[in-house]
């Protein structure tokens, strides 16, 4: 079933920003427990419900874009729609679960849209957020893809390139790449409190700690979501730091603990090798993922897909 019609449940960052680019191209309509939100969308020229019920009542599509905690009670009441149901949730594990629990039969596609700033709120929302950026679509256990695909069809449409993970396998690079960043930032520029170290800070520090300036809540939420794996890839980054801390004294042995990281950093992003048409299955999208790749755009039957995989 084509998706034509989208609701926005949520209006942050995320949820503002797909609001205003679903809008271009299609009927959109939003909806945000919080008044003030809700009327700075409507301000903006946007259609806002005022409850999640009116607000997918002719959707084909709903985007549930709220901070994890509130998953259980949109999904609460958007049980029994008949459409497509899909998420920007940071973890996707924890949320397939609460669907299981919440809304059990609903057309489900957990994603994860990996585009952000340290900004928050409705005004910080920019259409063109997800331009080029990577987009989960957790592939379904059941095999059947037809959702998937369409949701990939209209993600594409979006700017963005999906790329087919695993749940589990989506959580536990979230981790890596996101979610103990998120930590690691906020540590570093809690260490630099003091007056002078806040006078010599430049590029280092701007760098290394842009994600601490993500409103706490919201960082707590996505860090506790996903508490096991990420407990795994915080004690793996304490190793790696303890061994550096160990090998200070001799400046040859750290230049050859700096390396693995320099490597991983000098080849990224990496070069994306030539499009290719895909046959989609289960096993052909995981490997596709698995190997940093991503899809262009599905064709209009969903028989095929454009891919692209990084240069090895």
Request: aromatic share 4%; net charge negative; charged share 20%.
């Amino acid at each position: 079933m084509p998706l034509n019609s989208v609701a926005v449940i949520g209006l942050g960052l995320i949820g503002g920003s797909l609001l205003r680019r679903a809008a271009r191209t299609g009927p959109a309509t939003g909806y945000d427990a919080d008044p003030p939100t809700r009327a700075a969308a409507e301000s903006a020229g946007y259609r806002v419900a005022g409850s999640v019920a009116e607000a997918i009542a002719d959707a084909d599509l709903v985007v549930v874009a709220v901070p994890l905690p509130a998953i259980r009670g949109v999904l609460g009441e958007i049980r029994g729609f008949g459409g497509l149901v899909t998420d920007v949730t940071s973890v996707k594990g924890p949320v397939d679960a609460l669907v299981a629990e919440c809304a059990p039969g609903i057309r489900w596609v957990g994603g994860h849209p990996m585009a952000g700033r340290e900004q928050s709120g409705f005004a910080a929302g920019d259409a063109s957020l997800f331009d080029q950026c990577a987009w989960v679509l957790c592939v379904p256990a059941d095999g059947d893809l037809r959702d998937w695909l369409g949701l990939a069809a209209l993600v594409t449409s979006w700017g963005a390139r999906v790329v087919p993970a695993l749940a589990a396998e989506h959580d536990a690079a979230a981790a890596r790449i996101s979610h103990a960043p998120h930590l690691a930032a906020a540590a570093l520029a809690a260490g630099a409190a003091d007056p002078l170290s806040l006078a010599l800070a430049a590029g280092s520090f701007r760098d290394g700690t842009r994600v601490a300036g993500t409103r706490p809540e919201l960082t707590a939420a996505m860090c506790a979501g996903n508490a096991d794996t990420l407990a795994t890839e915080l004690d793996a980054l304490i190793a790696r730091l303890t061994q550096a801390r160990g090998l200070l004294g001799d400046p040859a042995a750290l230049a050859e603990w700096l390396r693995a990281g320099h490597r991983v950093r000098s080849g990224w992003p990496r070069e994306a090798g030539p499009s290719q048409q895909l046959s989609p299955s289960i096993e052909s999208l995981v490997a596709l993922g698995r190997d940093g790749g991503w899809i262009e755009s599905v064709g209009q039957d969903g028989s095929s897909v454009t891919a692209v995989r990084p240069v090895p």
